[in-house]
């Protein structure tokens, strides 16, 4: 069972914190079966979203996805894209600082069988307006690419989940110390995961 756990970082934005939709989000992850292991509510400082979202020099990748995403939103409505990509996501990068430090947030460590992914999915897509229902962000907002773009600000999709084994480590770093993270069994984890 142990070398099927991976972890995860999971984050209620200032837009779900505010709106209360923290117990609901939390509540989701339990009852499928996930663990939360470490959580805390912060106000994040500029360097902390800064750190928490990737650099350009270190992550690349994640700039040229940015963009590639954003763009397909747009394709789908029928709105013109008329930006360069790499000036875009700088553009949302900043927005995202703006967006993260505007009131406190709850991040969560989360620990269980392929968490990375179901995480990922009782998130949603990005764009909440492609987020099927039952979906965090399918349930809670219509935002989109476009609108929040033409607003300058960050798409308000209520939470925030690691999308790969690296990322989670790296953003686990920025928020919490090693022994923050706790060590806990649930009553149903045989039942769940055992013969
Ligand atoms: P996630 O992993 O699904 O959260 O999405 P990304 O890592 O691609 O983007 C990080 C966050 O930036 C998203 O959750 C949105 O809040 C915001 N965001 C991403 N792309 C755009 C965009 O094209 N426009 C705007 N305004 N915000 C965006
Ligand atoms: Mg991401």
């Not at 069972?1 to 200032?14: D, L, Q």
């Not at 995202?96 to 179901?118: A, F, Q, R, S």
Request: charged share 35%; aromatic share 8%.
């Amino acid at each position: 069972m142990e070398r099927f756990v991976e972890r995860t970082f999971f984050m209620i934005k200032p837009d779900g914190v505010k709106r209360g939709l923290t117990g609901d989000c939390i509540a989701r992850i339990e009852r499928v079966g996930l663990k939360v292991v470490a959580m805390k509510m912060v106000q994040p400082t500029r360097a902390q979203a800064d750190r928490h979202y990737p650099r350009e020099k270190e992550d690349k990748r994640w700039f040229i996805e940015v963009a590639a995403k954003a763009k397909k939103g747009y394709r789908e409505k029928g709105v013109e894209w008329k930006f360069d990509d790499m000036e875009y996501s700088r553009l949302i990068k900043s927005f995202l600082v703006d967006y993260l430090t505007t009131g406190p947030v709850v991040v969560m460590v989360i620990e269980g069988p392929n968490v990375i992914k179901m995480v990922r999915k009782i998130s949603g897509d990005t764009e909440p307006r492609q987020a099927p229902p039952g979906t965090i962000r399918g349930d809670y907002t219509v935002d989109s690419y476009d609108m929040a773009n033409a607003l300058d600000r960050a798409l308000k999709n209520v939470v925030h989940a690691s999308s790969s084994k690296a990322d989670a480590e790296k953003e686990i770093r920025v928020w919490f110390k090693e022994e923050e993270i706790l060590k806990l069994e649930r009553v149903d984890e045989g039942l769940l995961f055992g013969k």
